[in-house]
């Protein structure tokens, strides 16, 4: 079974920094190609996509909201996938969960998902 543990958030001031991990189990990102994304949820907010990386073609794709300030990458030797933010603003205050495409590379078939981890950003 495959699972995904999300890590790292907390409580950061407005103007700081964080760096969130996804660790997979159960599967192995070197033996084919894969997407792992990350996603987030405010209280009484809908799930927004922030963040993807598909090994298949090398990209990256971001939401317009954190263009700029966050980076997704991914060590596939250690099959994790890492949120690197910076400039944080209290909008970015959510619960993020990292997910997976089960069956390929697409970042647009995330759909096995992990536990999430809360960000807080106080102003």
């Known amino acids: 079974e495959v699972q995904l543990q999300a890590s790292g958030g907390g409580l950061v001031q407005a103007g700081g920094s964080m760096t969130l991990s996804c660790v997979a189990s159960?599967?192995?990102?070197?033996?084919?190609?894969?997407?792992i994304g990350w996603f987030r949820q405010a209280p009484g907010k809908e799930r927004q996509g922030v963040a993807c990386f598909s090994s298949s073609d090398g990209r990256a794709y971001y939401a317009d909201s954190v263009k700029g300030r966050f980076t997704i990458s991914s060590v596939s030797a250690k099959n994790t996938a890492y949120l690197q933010m910076s400039s944080l603003k209290p909008e970015d205050t959510a619960v993020y969960y990292c997910?997976?495409?089960?069956?390929?590379?697409?970042?647009?078939?995330?759909?096995?998902w992990g536990r999430g981890t809360q960000l807080t950003v106080s102003s």
């Open positions: 159960g599967v192995t990102f070197d033996d084919h190609d894969y997407a």
């Open positions: 997910a997976r495409d089960d069956s390929g590379s697409s970042c647009l078939n995330l759909n096995s």
